[in-house]
């Protein structure tokens, strides 16, 4: 079994992606935000899209759902507890449900917060996991729907999965997610590395997606919200419930400038 990803900008800062099962050539994309730009990549790729895997309801991330279905008659799959907010999904997904492309099998976990019924698509042959915006490099999407305690519980979850997993993550925010994480953990000699590495990529156009999630677990401070040094420099005492400190540094990047 082979998997090929194609990643592409979308919209302004979105990231699109095509998933591609080699052995039996089916081809999903990744949340819809764009049907010109996925159109794009398909005709330069030589796929056809059989499968839209949709995570949750912004309409930057579903807004081409019905321009993609129109033209390829493609099965679109989504979040059950959200599909009264996404016209168009054909396959309603939850918790451990597992989501088929071709011979590739992505399992579904649930990251409410973002938004409540936000999911995730988790590859472990390959180990990919497609996180949209329940988890950034160096970050994490904002709290729009959910609660600091459920979101900080799907982020540990996620943490759990092995270190090589490569993240694909829903927009390309990593500059000013380093620049948030150096100031409430500027001693952190890996994330100092990845801040000054992603700076040239963006220099250079270049993405800085795909990331490891060993990498992430380094550099990342709302993975790392069950360890003192966060809660310190939240201003809150060591043994803190990480679900406070989790929310308190979510609040200090809603207000960081």
Known sequence: MALLIDIFLCRTDNYGYLVHDVDTGKTAAIDAPD?????????????????????????????GIPALKREYGCTVHGPRSEAEKILGLDMLLSGSSTATLGNTNFLVIEAPGHTLGHIVYYEPVGGHLFSADALFSMGVGRMFEGKPGPMWEALAELRELPDE???????????????????????????????????????????????SLGMEKRTNP????????????????????????????RKAKDEFK
């Not at 069950?226 to 990480?242: H, N, S």
């Open 222 to 249: 709302f993975l790392r919200a069950d360890e003192p040094v966060m809660a310190r420099a939240m201003g809150l005492p060591e043994g803190t419930d990480p679900a406070v400190v989790f929310g308190a540094l």
């Open 35 to 63: 049907a010109k730009a996925i159109k794009a990549a398909l005709e330069r790729r030589g796929w056809t899209l059989s499968d839209i895997f949709i995570t949750h309801h912004h309409t930057d991330h579903v807004e």
């Open 165 to 211: 997993t490569l993240i694909y993550c829903g927009h390309e925010y990593t500059v000013s997610n380093a620049a948030f994480a150096q100031s409430v953990d500027p001693r952190n000699p890996a994330l100092n590395i990845r801040a000054a590495e992603v700076k040239r990529m963006r220099e250079k156009d270049i993405f800085t997606i795909p990331v």
